[in-house]
């Protein structure tokens, strides 16, 4: 499968785009081992699923490759749908398909799902609040090996979203009363932070975006504790 055919795929459902990079190009460039560690050592797994995910084999369905500038991985298996590239100007950038739109009867999200939504219908409260949080705590983790001593851009996109319903996907709460949906085909974010904004505050600038989210469905009168809590059970493996 080419680049191109792998992240065409992506997108032709709802997918996410995540690009981190620095606010000035730094004067050296990284090795293509250190785009690689650099990944590694900032990769985190609190649920299951590493962000971003590291193959750790090659086949038809994942992989990481080197190529004169950058390093750059994939994995379209189940319900991941990734594609990754660190390049060595310390730029990162990220593909990746909703969960919820590419799952199926033999494989649910939740294991007592009762149902598998059509694809492009739907967004989970509880995966969006946790992959927004998952980008900015793997933003922290890189500005903390050294990169973006200058500064760092973070842009975010959510594509696909027209027609979609927000869904209580934790099995333990109460559904919405009503259909919330949005009309917004995309949302987008970006924002230039220093080091020190990013690394004492991921959690709370995760959360302006979780919002910024969630209102485009109508949901203006989020709960925020329980949001927060959510973020906090996730980021100490409290689920």
């Not at 594609?83 to 593909?95: D, E, P, V």
């Not at 199926?104 to 992959?131: A, C, H, M, Y």
Request: net charge negative; charged share 30%; glycine share 6%.
């Amino acid at each position: 499968m080419t680049d191109q055919k792998f992240i065409d795929k992506i997108k032709s459902r709802g997918y996410w785009r995540v690009n981190i990079r620095p606010v000035i190009i730094p004067a050296q460039d990284l090795t293509l081992p250190e785009c690689k560690e650099y990944i590694e050592k900032s990769s985190l797994e609190l649920r299951g699923w590493d962000y971003p995910h590291i193959p750790r084999r090659s086949g038809d369905d994942t992989g990481i490759l080197r190529h004169s500038n950058f390093v750059e991985a994939w994995v379209d298996w189940s319900y991941f749908k990734e594609f990754w590239r660190m390049y060595k100007t310390s730029q990162f950038l990220h593909y990746f398909g909703f969960r919820i739109d590419w799952m199926s009867e033999e494989e649910p999200i939740f294991g007592n799902q009762e149902r598998v939504p059509e694809p492009k219908t739907e967004l989970g409260v509880l995966d969006t609040t946790w992959q927004v949080t998952e980008i900015f705590e793997f933003a922290s983790r890189l500005v903390q090996t050294g990169l973006y001593d200058k500064g760092v851009v973070i842009d975010i996109a959510l594509y696909n979203l027209d027609g979609r319903k927000l869904t209580i996907d934790n099995p333990g709460r109460m559904r919405f009363m009503f259909d919330r949906k949005t009309g917004a085909n995309d949302y987008y974010y970006s924002k230039i932070l220093t080091k020190e904004e990013i690394i004492s505050n991921s959690k709370s600038l995760a959360y302006d975006v979780i919002k910024g989210i969630f209102e485009l469905f109508g949901w203006d009168d989020l709960p925020i504790e329980t949001i927060k809590k959510d973020q906090e059970d996730l980021l100490s493996r409290r689920f």
